[in-house]
Structures are given as C-alpha cells and as structure tokens.
T-cell receptor
Framework: ETGVTQTPRHLVMGMTNKKSLKCEQHLGHNAMYWYKQSAKKPLELMFVYNFKEQTENNSVPSRFSPECPNSSHLFLHLHTLQPEDSALYLC??????????????FGSGTQLSVL | QQQVKQSPQSLIVQKGGISIINCAYENTAFDYFPWYQQFPGKGPALLIAIRPDVSEKKEGRFTISFNKSAKQFSLHIMDSQPGDSATYFCAASTRDRGGSRLTFGEGTQLTVNP
C-alpha cells in the first residue's frame, strides 16, 4: 500500500459508544495530523504529532483522545460524542525538516455520524 | 484570529470556460499559499502553491495570481474540464521552529458541466 490509509471509511455511533479511528502512513514521514472537515467550514486542525510526540492540541474536547504509538500509525479514540461531532475526519502526514513549509498528504477520511 | 476567506462557496462553469476562485487573508506573517484539490470520497491533495515574492505561478491549466498589497490570491483554471469538478481549498501558511502551520479557507465546490 502507498500513501495514507484510514479505516474505517464510514462509522455510525451512538452518543454512548466508544470507537477508534485508525490511520497508517506508508511514506516514511515523521509528522502526523488529525483534521476535522465539516461542510462549508475550513479544515480544522485537531492534533499534531511530531516523532510520536504530541506537539499541538487545538483545544479539542477530551472526548477525542489521540494516540500515536509510532511514526507510521495514528489513532483517534472517540467516546461520548455529540451529534455536532458528525464530520469527515482526515488524517495527514508530512516530513518535517525544520522551519520549512511541508506538503501535507491526506488520507481519504472517515465519515463519522453520531446519532 | 488567523483566517483565510474564500469565495465563492460554489461555482458552476461550462466545459472550456475559466474557473476563478478568490481568497483573502489578514495575517502578514503568512508566507506560503497552497491550493488543495479534493475529489468526492478522497482527501485533499496539493495542487499548486505560491510564495509571496512572485505575482503569478502557472502549472499547466492552473494559475495562481497573488496580490501582496491587497492580501489576496486567486486560482484560475483555464479550459475547465468535467474532470476538474472537485472542492478547492486555498490555504496560507506560517512557519516556526517545528515546521509549518496551515490555515485553510472554507472551500469552493466547482462543477464543470460537459
């Protein structure tokens, strides 16, 4: 496989469920990201991991819990979500080499519906 | 608050026509301006990007025009094709020691009719 792979592609969950989103990158990158994409809104950066260390958390509610066990894998654990959390969740990766502009490589996303 | 304003929200163009999407920003610390293209069911992918020291960048049918004094930039798609139908996001980027930070616009859904 190549690129950034996300599973599952679609997820429907109740407000009391616990589920996890998985992301794997096959590009040898050292940084991984979670973005939230809602209709007619800008992509919202949620979390950034650089060399497995979380370097950014954009005031994301604690019902979203990221995990990065290594530079190739990223998880987003979900619990007690709200209907307004329904969105497309995108994973991305890049190669960070210092104060330079990197190119982001996105996965196809997980379409999440919270009932 | 760092923001990038994008317009229009949606755009319908006939095959062979010119598609134009506009973006404006406020933060003068932005120093890199990429455009991402997203097809249905796919994640965004980098299409073309420009630095503020040039006023125009062209790659095939895609051109970015950049007006630093007005803090505006736009994407022009010449000879638009049905295969160009997608959502386009402009973005603006700043840098720090750890890397870059992207701020995205709201997106434009482009439909090119045959």
């Amino acid at each position: 496989e190549t690129g950034v792979t996300q599973t599952p592609r679609h997820l429907v969950m109740g407000m009391t469920n616990k589920k996890s989103l998985k992301c794997e990158q096959h590009l040898g990158h050292n940084a991984m990201y979670w973005y939230k994409q809602s209709a007619k809104k800008p992509l919202e950066l949620m979390f950034v991991y650089n060399f497995k260390e979380q370097t950014e958390n954009n005031s994301v509610p604690s019902r979203f819990s990221p995990e990065c066990p290594n530079s190739s894998h990223l998880f987003l654990h979900l619990h007690t979500l709200q209907p307004e959390d329904s969105a497309l969740y995108l994973c991305a990766s890049s190669q960070r080499t210092g104060p330079y502009h990197e190119k982001l490589f996105f996965g196809s996303g997980t379409q999440l519906s919270v009932l | 608050q760092q923001q990038v304003k994008q317009s229009p929200q949606s755009l319908i163009v006939q095959k062979g026509g010119i598609s134009i999407i506009n973006c404006a920003y406020e933060n003068t610390a932005f120093d890199y301006f990429p455009w991402y293209q997203q097809f249905p069911g796919k994640g965004p992918a980098l299409l073309i990007a420009i630095r503020p020291d040039v006023s125009e960048k062209k790659e095939g049918r895609f051109t970015i025009s950049f007006n630093k004094s007005a803090k505006q930039f736009s994407l022009h798609i010449m000879d638009s094709q049905p295969g160009d139908s997608a959502t386009y996001f402009c973005a603006a980027s700043t840098r720090d020691r750890g890397g870059s930070r992207l701020t995205f616009g709201e997106g434009t859904q482009l439909t090119v009719n045959p």
